[in-house]
């Protein structure tokens, strides 16, 4: 490794990340894997995937003159906690977005003062970035056969960025795919959303499910959705590679409730105010409010608590656009046999 490379590496890891890769600018792994999934319509609603391919493609051609992709990752694995939960596991602490923008910011200082030449721009979950592929060119891990990058060490509770600039550094080797023959995810995957090659199809994704379509979503998926209100970690949970891993990122920590384990109670009778004041500071803004309550109805229903029924019917005469998943969780309720 040379000089310039290793310092760089030596800085990611002084400002935070966990782990850090060097990846050529030029055309990126799995592009036919991409064209496959946009042309399958996996996309769903994600409109904004197909476009600007060629960038997406060639990280050159976001960065003038870039030459080389720093690869960076956190980690977020849980600390001592059960399976499921209403929240994803990522979401339930501080907002990683800007968590690291700020640690890319520190680190493009740090190359500044030791390179006066560098340039470069940091992409966290921003522009049209190939971030997993990306990843895995630059030997963080491999993309598992969920879609979830998965890095030793680390497993695929991670969340990634990059650094697209102007310095020659030395590329690091890709990694060998670790799944072998295990489908633990595909059997765990609540709607059937992996398929072949680590291709997911979000229009079975619960985690898409509950976070992208704003108004009503297909009646069809409301049962697999569970008691999930934002994200799912289905897949994730049934992975080999997230067992017995160290605590993530102290940063990324689950914060307050109900972002870290409420119940649903809590977020049906939230109003406006109270959802604002809640996920303040959260990556659970992706979703919006009307968004939350309509799949803690849906959750209501899958749950099976009884005494959520009064709320639901007060809900009823607050929320007349939610109609069909309020009358559709009181009816799961009454079919379970609870007391009306």
């Known amino acids: 490794m040379d000089k310039t490379t290793s310092l760089v590496k030596q800085l990611a890891a002084d400002v935070g990340f966990a782990r850090v890769g060097i990846a050529p600018a030029g055309e990126v792994p799995h592009s036919e894997r991409l064209r496959t999934w946009l042309d399958r319509g996996c996309h769903a609603d994600m409109t904004y995937l197909s476009e600007n391919l060629q960038k997406r493609l060639r990280p050159e051609l976001l960065v003038p003159g870039a030459r080389s992709v720093i690869c960076l990752a956190v980690g977020y694995a849980p600390r001592d906690e059960a399976p499921g939960g209403i929240v994803a596991r990522y979401a339930r602490g501080r907002d990683y977005h800007k968590v690291l923008k700020r640690r890319c910011g520190a680190l493009m200082d740090r190359i500044r003062r030791v390179e006066p030449g560098f340039s470069g721009r940091a992409f966290v979950d921003s522009g049209p970035v190939m971030e997993r592929s990306?990843?895995?060119a630059a030997g963080l891990g491999w993309i598992g056969r969920n879609g979830c990058l998965v890095v030793p060490g680390l497993g695929s509770y991670v969340v990634l960025c990059e650094v697209i600039c102007n310095l020659p550094l030395k590329a690091d080797s890709a990694l060998p795919c670790g799944c072998g023959d295990c489908?633990?995810?595909?059997?765990?995957?609540p709607a059937g959303a992996v398929l072949d090659y680590s291709?997911?199809?979000?229009r079975r994704c619960i985690s898409y499910l509950t976070i992208e379509?704003?108004?009503?979503?297909?009646?069809?998926?409301?049962p697999r959705i569970g008691?999930?209100?934002?994200?799912?970690?289905?897949c994730q949970e049934a992975c080999p590679h997230n067992r017995a891993l160290p605590p993530g990122d102290e940063e990324l920590a689950p914060g307050r409730p109900p972002l870290n384990g409420a119940g649903l109670a809590e977020i049906l009778n939230w109003d406006h105010d109270a959802w604002d004041s809640a996920t303040r500071g959260s990556a659970t803004r992706r979703a919006d409010y009307e968004?939350?309550?309509?799949?803690?109805?849906?959750?209501?229903?899958?749950?099976?608590?009884?005494?959520?029924?009064?709320?639901?019917?007060?809900?009823?005469?607050?929320h007349p656009e939610l109609?069909?998943?309020?009358?559709?969780?009181?009816?799961?309720?009454?079919e379970r046999g609870n007391p009306v």
């Open 134 to 136: 990306l990843a895995a």
């Open 183 to 189: 489908r633990e995810c595909v059997r765990a995957c």
């Open 199 to 202: 291709l997911i199809d979000a």
């Open 213 to 222: 379509p704003r108004g009503p979503i297909d009646r069809e998926y409301w």
């Open 227 to 234: 008691r999930r209100v934002f994200g799912c970690d289905a």
């Open 291 to 318: 968004t939350f309550l309509r799949n803690a109805i849906i959750a209501a229903g899958n749950g099976g608590d009884a005494s959520l029924r009064a709320t639901l019917e007060r809900l009823a005469g607050r």
């Open 323 to 334: 109609q069909e998943p309020i009358r559709w969780a009181i009816g799961r309720l009454q």
